[in-house]
């Protein structure tokens, strides 16, 4: 077994139990990923692969790949997914795992499944309990605040001047300072990321019209890693890692907040710098003479 689905309703009523008795069940292999569905998992599991000989094959791929690559979503084993149940000072996520459907889709092959997967998102958890969902952006908001990237690319759609342009973020690294000050912890954010564009609408970016590029592509990061933060707080679920670190980095302050860490990091502040690099953008010359 490489993948466990878990279906809505375990995830909110029975998690805690169903998690105890696979951990020490010792056929359960520590490594294999686990997912959870909005609905049921069986729905899941009728889903036909559209490009993999099978559904475990292909799900396992979406989830070494696409998800990392992507940053849509995280890659989560048991081993993590238990620690993170027994922390003593952050909660848990999840995949999301969904169910499309090729068909309605335009141009799909007609002979194709008529049910197939996709995984986007993260479903958030307070203690063992399910208790809400990160779309797309929160959950690229969400990885930009845990984890540092180094592939893959992540697509981000950016207003500068009234013009769009796709910023491709391809790596980046964080960095969180926390404190407690008087019975509050503040935490200090801090984003750098690389990354290109590609507008074919103008042969050249001059400098200024690049650093304001720049500008606007970090406005976004700042906006949807303050997305994951929100839902963080809505949710009462410091997925997020922020009493973690407070907890590794100054055993005392967490020993003040340590009986009601929830509420205190309910009302921390929490501020976030970025600082997003261009280093391409896709000018190696002139445009084509293309026909009309």
Same mark, same amino acid.
Request: negative net charge.
């Given at each position: ?62 989830? !070494? ?32 795992? !969904? ?88 935490? #200090?954010?801090?984003?750098?990321? #690389? ?13 200024? *019209? ?12 700042? *906006?949807?890693?303050? #997305? ?29 907040? *340590? ?23 896709? !000018?190696?010359?002139?445009?084509? !003479?293309?026909?009309?």
């Amino acid at each position: 077994t490489s993948v466990y689905v878990l279906g809505e309703r375990l995830a909110k009523e029975k998690l805690g139990e169903w998690i105890e008795g696979s951990k020490r069940y010792y056929e359960v292999r520590p490594h294999a990923y686990f997912m959870v569905t909005k609905g049921e998992a069986f729905q899941v599991l009728q889903a036909g692969p559209e490009i993999s000989p099978t559904l475990s094959k292909e799900v396992l791929e979406m989830n !070494k790949q696409t998800i990392r690559q992507n940053g849509v979503s995280l890659d989560v084993t048991l081993a993590q997914f238990g620690a993170w149940l027994m922390s003593p000072d952050r909660e848990a996520v999840l995949p999301a795992i !969904k169910l499309i459907y090729p068909q309605e889709l335009k141009g799909a092959d007609a002979n194709g499944p008529n049910k197939a997967v996709a995984i986007e998102g993260l479903g958030v958890f307070r203690g063992t309990k399910l208790v809400g969902w990160l779309n797309r952006e929160e959950s690229i908001g969400s990885q930009l605040i845990m984890e540092n990237r180094s592939s893959g690319a992540v697509f981000l759609q950016v207003d500068v001047d009234g013009r769009k342009f796709t910023y491709t973020l391809q790596r980046s690294k964080h960095k969180v300072k926390s404190s407690l000050v008087g019975d509050k912890p503040t935490f #200090q954010v801090t984003i750098e990321t #690389q990354g290109s564009v590609a507008d074919p609408e103008e042969e050249t970016i001059s400098t200024e *019209e690049l650093s304001r590029m720049e500008d606007a592509a970090a406005e976004k990061i700042r *906006e949807i890693a303050f #997305q994951a933060i929100d839902k963080a707080k809505e949710y009462d679920s410091d997925f997020l890692g922020f009493t973690e670190k407070l907890h590794r980095t100054n055993p005392s302050a967490w020993q003040k907040i *340590e009986p009601h860490w929830r509420e205190s990091f309910q009302e921390a502040d929490v501020d976030v710098e970025v600082k997003a690099k261009i280093l391409d953008t896709g !000018k190696s010359g002139p445009k084509l !003479k293309l026909k009309q």
